[in-house]
Nanobody
Framework: QVQLVESGGGLVQPGGSLRLSCAASGILFSTYAMGWYRQAPGKARELVARITSRGYTNYSDSVKGRFTISRDNTKNTVYLQMNSLKPEDTAVYYC????????WGQGTQVTVSS
């Protein structure tokens, strides 16, 4: 059974930081590209950041320079370090695993507000 479990969301003030984690089980983690997506109320789900099995990364323009995606294959975990958070970063953040199959986590809420 495949599970992606996100954690680390919460309420933070503008300019603050959060670190999201996504622990994977039931897949050969090192062979999967991993991604973080987000969905704000009334908007479509969008890619935030992605890291390939070889460690190559790409980011949406809206988070480039503020967010960093990384992975630890020994812990089957992918991270998203989010700095300089803005109110427009408020959304539910989802973890994604992509290889021959695609899996999603249940999401974690991030709210940026004063």
């Amino acid at each position: 059974q495949v599970q992606l479990v996100e954690s680390g969301g919460g309420l933070v003030q503008p300019g603050g930081s959060l670190r999201l984690s996504c622990a994977a089980s039931g897949i050969l983690f090192s062979t999967y590209a991993m991604g973080w997506y987000r969905q704000a109320p009334g908007k479509a789900r969008e890619l935030v950041a992605r890291i390939t099995s070889r460690g190559y990364t790409n980011y949406s323009d809206s988070v480039k320079g503020r967010f960093t995606i990384s992975r630890d294959n020994t812990k089957n975990t992918v991270y998203l370090q989010m700095n300089s958070l803005k109110p427009e970063d408020t959304a539910v953040y989802y973890c994604n695993a992509n290889n021959d199959f695609v899996y999603w986590g249940q999401g974690t809420q991030v709210t940026v507000s004063s």
